[in-house]
């Protein structure tokens, strides 16, 4: 079953324009992970953020995370095409419990 | 330095028959994680193993099982093959498990079978 679920499910957006992504969870985690997946290969970790911290940056990500209501949103600044993947959070216990995804088109 | 390497990248069998999927973790890794993913879904856990021994299974039947060697690399087998078995079935592995925040994974590519 999914523990956490994106939203939205899909996202088109301009070259330089902001993407946000929302993602909401059921049960208490430790951490809270991002990962990005290029058209069926292998997810690679974006960033993680720990149950006790509300907001973490890394370049152009900044993931924030509100445990009262159970989410987590990650925001990728002045988006390229290259940015274009889907995006998956995963929620953390004792191992990796991953939404069904958010898929980003960026177009130049 | 290698990354998590997965072996077929693609295969195609039928109804009722087997396979065996491979994985070989990054050197120093000691944890192994599977995952199947269904086109259009996110990844679903299947099996995770620490050091050869199994630490989580996920909400799979009996068909799917796996293993661990004693040089961390897995194996992932599926018995009787169904049509809905057809998935990208990832590999994953880190450093260890079971540790709050330490559980960052790293992904092969998978391999993709399809099931007619």
């Known amino acids: 079953s999914q523990q956490g679920e994106e939203d939205p499910q899909a996202l088109s957006i301009q070259e330089g324009e902001n993407a946000t992504m929302n993602c909401s969870y059921k049960?208490?985690?430790?951490?809270l992970q991002w990962y990005r997946q290029n058209s069926g290969r292998g997810l690679v970790h974006l960033i993680l953020?720990?149950?006790?911290?509300r907001e973490k940056h890394s370049g152009r990500l900044r993931v924030t995370l509100d445990t009262s209501k159970k989410s987590s949103s990650l925001l990728i600044t002045a988006s390229r095409a290259a940015d274009t993947a889907s995006y998956f959070c995963a929620t953390v216990d004792s191992t990796l419990t991953f939404g069904k995804g958010t898929m980003l088109l960026v177009s130049p | 330095d290698a990354g998590v390497t997965q072996s077929p990248t693609h295969l195609i069998k039928t109804r009722g028959q087997h396979v065996t999927l491979r994985c070989s973790p990054i050197s120093g890794h000691k944890s192994v994680s599977w995952y199947q993913q269904v086109l259009g879904q996110g990844p679903q856990f299947i099996f995770q193993?620490?050091?050869?021994?199994?630490?989580g299974r996920g909400n799979f039947p009996d068909r799917f099982s796996a293993r661990q060697f004693p040089n961390y690399s897995s194996e992932l087998n599926v018995n009787a093959l169904l049509l809905g078995d057809s998935a990208l079935y990832l590999c994953?592995?880190?450093?260890?498990?079971?540790?709050?925040?330490?559980?960052?994974?790293?992904f092969g590519a998978g391999s993709r079978l399809t099931v007619l």
């Open positions: 193993y620490y050091e050869k021994e199994e630490r």
């Open positions: 994953a592995s880190s450093l260890r498990t079971g540790e709050a925040g330490a559980n960052v994974l790293t």
């Open positions: 953020i720990r149950s006790n911290e």
């Open positions: 049960t208490s985690i430790n951490n």
